[in-house]
């Protein structure tokens, strides 16, 4: 096959037009869709979650490997595929975000990160069933210690939890406190497998941490508690957070605030108890 013939079905249009600028976790946006190809989005909105393709136009598409000094100490270097940074030889970015509603030939989408005027290759619809992988692991999962950017760790584990929960709420936004807090004390990337969760009685914050951690009672890594407090363990280490009243606290407010704030918190170790 000497050539693809690929056509923009329609174009990305938001309020950021330089890829630098783009937070990682995207921002509001619409896609609209070019009226040719409008009857393609018929039943669309019979999906919450949709995956969009598009032609990454501003990044270089000579470049195999990146640096990724971020997340160590020292600097490592990465394959364009392994990793997910725009460069690469075929610019194609995927992208899954919540479909607000659909306006005509217009999708009114959030959470995407894809720049103001970006084409459109396609569109689909995102399936938990064969999509989402609760049990799959990346090097962000595994091996990055707690980011010491802590606003963009925050917001991207606010977004994993999301994921899995269903809504931002204050149990949401909480239970990634918890969690950021648990892996700086325990030295520990998100996911590590010798974490042991037990959930207190706020179902949020349980599916929160839970997702978050990667616990599972088929991995033996998630019990139930019979009390308010969350008990994060690893390795006969154990940190305890009793959560304080959020209900109503805004939840920029809630990702801000010292930790003991939302908890109360408490270290301790298992082989005393
Ligand atoms: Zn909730």
Known sequence: MNSLNLR???VVRCQISKS?????QGIPARVEVFSEYAPGLLGIERSTH???????????RDVLQVRRPRYTETEVR????????????????????????????????????MTDGTPVLDLKPHAAGFDGVFCARSARDLSRLADPDSEHALRSMVREAENFHGERCAGVVAGAR???????????AQKDPRVVLSVGEDGCMA???????????????????????????????????????????PLEELLEQDIDALFDCEVSSSSLL
């Open 8 to 10: 923009p079905i329609g």
């Open 20 to 24: 630098s600028e783009m937070p990682k």
């Open 50 to 60: 949709v995956m969009v393709l598009g032609w990454l136009h501003q990044a270089d």
């Open 78 to 113: 990465r394959g364009v595929f392994a990793c997910r940074a725009p460069v690469r030889p075929n610019p194609l970015g995927v992208t899954i975000v919540k479909l607000l509603n659909v306006e005509g030939n217009v999708l009114h989408v959030d959470g995407l990160d």
């Open 178 to 188: 918890m969690v950021y807090h648990a892996m700086k004390i325990f030295g520990v």
């Open 207 to 249: 599916d929160s941490v839970q997702a978050l951690v990667g616990a599972t009672f088929g991995n033996k890594r998630l019990e139930c508690g019979s009390q308010s407090a969350f008990v994060l363990s690893c390795e006969g280490q154990e940190l305890w957070f009793r959560p304080r009243y959020l209900e109503h606290t």
